[in-house]
């Protein structure tokens, strides 16, 4: 079955540094890839979606300029977080979906990325 | 848009007795449902999906569903719960594309 790799697993940074994760689809091309968050014991915030070749468009709330999105080939989007804060500390889950998504499509999801902060 | 509600934020169950997790949806269009199962400091699993075929889903693990549109609901359902299910379980409506997920339903089995 299709298979989404996320790496690292977990990243434990200073305050003040960026930090990279990738998210990449295995066995099939992803047009379309998408980051959430989320915090001890709930449920999962959709930040962005990227698009192979263009920018990601943001969900409302979700800075930009701190979350860099890149989705340079059908098969990875990387999510930086820049000048990470404590606040930021988080766990990051990235999904994909063969071609273009229906909405019929059920999304593959990583493994996620736990960030620490200090 | 649509919407999602997991009833029970948390459902206890002993070993080898039946498992229910509600789920409530709410779409102008005609939704695709889904459920997922996230273990620990893992990512997303997918159990099993609804896309306007059969209303009851057969899925991975012994765990199945029904779509009942009368009802808007979408219960997941197990018929005897094993220790390794033990976990986070979330429900999830898409239209074109735009997921909603639920709050989820944390399923703990007691020996």
């Known amino acids: 079955g299709a298979v989404v790799s996320q790496h690292p697993s977990r990243v434990i940074c200073k305050s003040g540094t960026s930090v990279k994760i990738e998210c990449r689809s295995l066995?099939?091309?992803?047009?379309?890839m998408f980051w959430y968050r989320q915090f001890p014991k709930q449920s999962l915030m959709l930040m962005a979606t990227?698009?192979?070749?263009?920018?990601?468009?943001?969900e409302q709330g979700v800075e930009k300029d701190k979350f860099l999105i890149n989705h340079a080939s059908l098969t990875l989007s990387t999510l930086t977080v820049t000048s990470a804060h404590p606040e930021d500390s988080s766990f990051y889950i990235c999904?994909?979906?063969?071609?273009?998504?229906?909405?019929?499509?059920?999304?593959?999801f990583g493994n996620g990325t736990r960030l620490t902060v200090t | 848009a649509q919407s999602v509600t997991q009833l029970d934020s948390h459902v206890s169950v002993s070993e080898g007795t039946p498992v229910l997790l509600r789920c409530n949806y709410s779409?102008?269009?005609?939704?695709?449902l889904f459920w997922y199962v996230q273990h620990p400091n893992k990512g997303l699993q997918l159990l099993l999906k609804?896309?306007?075929?059969?209303?009851l889903v057969k899925g991975i693990n012994g765990f199945e569903a029904e779509f009942k549109k009368s009802e808007t609901s979408f219960h997941l359902t197990k018929p005897s719960a094993h220790m390794s299910d033990a976990a986070e379980y979330f429900c999830v409506v898409s239209v074109y594309n735009d997921m909603r997920f639920g709050a989820g339903t944390r399923l703990t089995v007691k020996p």
């Open positions: 609804y896309t306007s075929a059969a209303t």
């Open positions: 779409s102008s269009y005609s939704p695709s």
């Open positions: 990227s698009n192979e070749g263009s920018k990601a468009t943001y």
């Open positions: 999904s994909a979906g063969p071609g273009h998504l229906s909405g019929n499509s059920p999304l593959h």
């Open positions: 066995d099939f091309q992803a047009t379309t």
